[in-house]
């Protein structure tokens, strides 16, 4: 059974929200610290599956954009209900 790619060619609103999304992070200055909710203010909420921006976030670490600290916060968005979220930093 293959895995549905989410942020591949064959879904163009899903790899258009990806760009998006590493743009939105791209812009923050240097040191800047940030949650899924910062870029999510920017370019809104992905299509479909919202659990898609755990998974940006750890890509946008992997791609050197931010780092992981040891913080965490509660979720700005009403939708979490103040759900807990990690804390990066802005590279």
Do not use: C
């Not at 790899?15 to 791209?26: G, L, T």
């Not at 898609?52 to 509660?74: F, K, P, S, V």
């Amino acid at each position: 059974m293959s895995q549905m790619n989410l942020f591949g060619p064959d879904d163009p609103d899903n790899f258009d929200y990806r760009i998006r999304f590493f743009e939105a992070i791209r812009k923050y200055p240097r040191s800047h610290l940030l949650t899924a909710d910062d870029p999510v203010k920017v370019v809104g909420l992905p299509p479909g599956d919202h659990n898609q921006l755990g998974r940006l976030m750890r890509e946008a670490g992997d791609m050197g954009l931010i780092e992981l600290t040891d913080q965490y916060t509660t979720s700005t968005r009403p939708d979490r209900h103040g759900g807990i979220q990690r804390v990066w930093r802005k590279l």
